[in-house]
């Protein structure tokens, strides 16, 4: 008669203790805004443009489409069109600086929802990035507690991420970095302070 082994499971101790990094993905590290604008004929070289973009924080809105209407035109593009999405300038900066500092670092994607949006966004991760860390899902605030740290462009998201007991970095719209009325290095500065105090 064979002994059934009992297999004690160490308790996970500490887990809370390590901070965790959730990091957006559209208008904090892919140029969202660029895509979207040369694929609607929508001038972001004209100023009167390029404020209402970062006033209203919604280029769909800037647009006047219905957001049905938008998505429809996305999804028909397929898996590609999120592959292809262009790095913004401080990408690789604010993932590398992040990595250096904290042992858990992860994409947090929200996707559209056609089934080809989340396919493409991870074929960008994998194209861009050596990680295997990476959630996607619309629901950002499941995952956050009281060591979880969001860095999102989206003040909506942030707002449910804290409510739900995590921590949010509200990152500043593309185009005010683009047009150096913020500082790159002073935002990573004042980042890097928010999840240290």
Excluded at 68 to 79: L, Q
Excluded at 121 to 146: M, R, S, Y
Aim: hydrophobic residues 35%.
């Amino acid at each position: 008669m064979k002994t059934i082994k009992t297999i004690h499971f160490k308790k996970a101790q500490n887990f809370n203790e390590n901070k965790v990094i959730f990091v957006d993905l559209d208008g904090t590290l892919i140029d969202w805004d660029g895509k979207v604008a040369d694929m609607f004929h929508l001038n972001l070289n004209d100023k009167t443009i390029r404020q209402k973009v970062v006033k209203r924080g919604d280029i769909v809105k800037v647009l006047g489409m219905k957001e049905d209407d938008f998505w429809r035109i996305i999804d028909k593009e397929g898996p590609e069109w999120w592959e292809n999405l262009e790095l913004l300038p401080w990408a690789k900066d604010l993932y590398n600086l992040l990595k250096k500092k904290y042992q858990s670092v992860c994409f947090l994607t929200s996707p559209s929802n056609n089934p080809s949006s989340a396919y493409g966004k991870i074929k960008w991760i994998k194209k861009h990035f050596d990680t295997k860390d990476f959630l996607i899902g619309k629901n950002k605030h499941f995952c956050a507690h009281k060591n979880a740290y969001l860095i999102d462009d989206s003040s909506k998201k942030i707002n449910k991420f804290i409510e739900h007991g995590g921590h949010g970095f509200l990152w500043p719209h593309s185009l005010l970095l683009k047009d150096g009325k913020k500082d790159i290095k002073q935002v990573f500065s004042e980042l890097i302070e928010y999840i240290e105090k």
